[in-house]
């Protein structure tokens, strides 16, 4: 009897320290294959425009880019917004650079131009074209856009206004792409959020736009992350 029991509490012994052995073994594993993957990397938008965009007039740090960058980083969002703004650049300034002013393996990008086509009364049809272009390039890249639109000056012609003003809306919507309608809007006309020549922000305007502007950005996020976990 003694023997049995000796015997019994023996194999249950092993059985147990084989139990533990394996617990070890799979905790062991999954611990190893979490603190091997790597960190996912931040998020890297292009803001590409122009001197609304660059930061006309302005330190690099109350750019467009930069601030928006400090906002994401304050909801504790992990996104490099990189500044690829050209003052005085038109869209077909803009559509001469896309190839090697957005690299290929960004994520999303905001594109902020065509304010300088309407204040020179450039032809709409041309705009729209170039626009066209650089979306379709970016398209191409699998890069998410949002499209920062503008508006022609109400000096300006009545069907220049409306051939002008339907340019973002019906390329957003050909390009599924994200719309903020018009980029100034909060700061457009009003003098204390404007430099001295009452067209480009001051830091203060440069704060609305980014306030504005926001949601926006962190929709065109989480079509960046919807995109990048598969779904």
């Excluded at 617990?23 to 999954?30: I, M, R």
């Excluded at 906002?71 to 077909?92: Q, Y």
């Excluded at 809306?169 to 390009?175: H, I």
């Excluded at 001051?202 to 962190?218: H, T």
Aim: net charge neutral.
């Amino acid at each position: 009897m003694t023997t049995n029991w000796y015997c019994h509490f023996r194999r249950l012994g092993v059985q147990v320290v084989a139990l533990a052995v394996l617990c070890n073994g799979v905790l062991g594993a999954v611990t190893g294959n979490l603190m091997a993957a790597p960190p996912q990397k931040p998020i890297k938008i292009v803001a590409f425009g122009d001197s609304l965009t660059a930061g006309y007039m302005l330190p690099e740090s109350d750019a467009f880019p930069a601030k928006l960058q400090k906002a994401l980083t304050a909801k504790g969002l992990r996104v490099d917004v990189v500044n690829a703004g050209v003052s005085g650049d038109t869209t077909a300034a803009g559509l001469d650079r896309i190839g090697w002013a957005v690299p290929s393996d960004i994520d999303g990008v905001i594109v902020e131009l065509g304010a300088n086509d309407a204040l020179r009364g450039l032809d709409p049809a041309s705009a729209r074209a170039n626009l066209d272009k650089i979306l379709a390039t970016l398209k191409a890249q699998k890069a998410e856009i949002l499209i920062a639109g503008m508006r022609a000056p109400r000096n300006m012609p009545a069907p220049y206004v409306t051939a002008f003003d339907s340019i973002y809306p019906d390329l957003a919507q050909k390009y599924g792409a994200l719309l903020y309608p018009f980029f100034i809007e909060t700061i457009a006309m009003n003098a204390s959020l404007n430099l001295a020549d009452g067209i480009h922000p001051n830091a203060r305007g440069v704060d609305a736009i980014v306030a504005d502007i926001l949601p926006k950005v962190e929709e065109l996020i989480g079509r960046i992350e919807t995109r990048r976990n598969g779904s």
